[in-house]
Every structure is written in structure tokens, then in C-alpha cells.
């Protein structure tokens, strides 16, 4: 993970909200092999975004992502192929006018971990694009 630029369409899961891009450096070496279990439960931030933007939660295969200081969310469930492939079927959102709507379906892959981050590929019908969470350590 040297560099890596994090963008998004509009309908992207992990990033919908904030489709922005930003640069992000990461220092190291990766994982070997991706720890990709990480992903399964844990609260997770993005690097360079303040929590009140966006955070993220999974447990029991519940994931909810938080926006506008938390009064807005998204939650999806999980279904895990392996452990480094899994789909997030929308079950629910607060903001009617966010362009995910319930019932769509994420593919998304582990691709690469070091320590606490984790980089995620994304697609949804044509649209793919990557990710990066920072989990946040107990």
C-alpha cells in the first residue's frame, strides 16, 4: 500500500455520501497474507476524514455506516463468500435523497491489509472503485 487514491461513483457503499478523491500514504509493508478478518467486526474511520463525516460499524454481520455527526446512516448486511469476498445488501437508510437505495448489492474484496488498515475494492453493477478503512483500535 504505497499510494493509494481513494475515489468513488455515486453509488458507492463506503463512500456515497463523500464522493470525493484524496491521496493517502501508507508506510510499510503489507500484510502477508491480507488479514482480511478484520473486516468482520469493528468500528472503522477513513483516513483524513474527521468521524463526524463518516464511520462505520460491523457486528453479526450488521453493517452501519454514519453520516452528518451520526443522524444519518445506511445499514446493510453482510454475507461473507470467503474471508476476503463479501456482498452488502442495503437494508435500510435514513436519507431518502442518498442515491443507494435498499435492496442494492455490493460485491467487495479485501485486497489489501497492513496493521489497522484496510483496502477494500467495491463494485456495484458496472461502477468499481477502492476504499480504505482505518480500524480503530480497543
Known sequence: ?????????ALCMVVFS?????????????????????????????????????YMTIKDNIQTEYFNNGKDFIKSTLVFVDDCNYKAIV???????????????????VIETQDNLLKIQSRIEKNKFEVIYVKVKK
Not at 500500500?1 to 461513483?9: E, R, S, V, Y
Not at 473486516?39 to 463518516?54: A, M
Request: hydrophobic share 30%.
Open 18 to 54: 463523500q464522493a470525493k478523491s484524496q491521496k493517502t500514504a501508507v508506510v510499510g509493508k503489507s500484510d502477508e497474507p491480507a488479514k482480511c478478518k478484520n473486516i468482520r467486526e469493528g468500528k472503522f474511520l477513513r483516513q483524513n476524514y474527521p468521524e463526524g463525516i463518516w
Open 91 to 109: 437494508l435500510e437508510k435514513s436519507d431518502k435523497n442518498d442515491p443507494v437505495q435498499v435492496g442494492d448489492v455490493f460485491n467487495n474484496q
Open 1 to 9: 500500500m504505497k499510494h493509494l487514491k481513494i475515489g468513488a461513483a
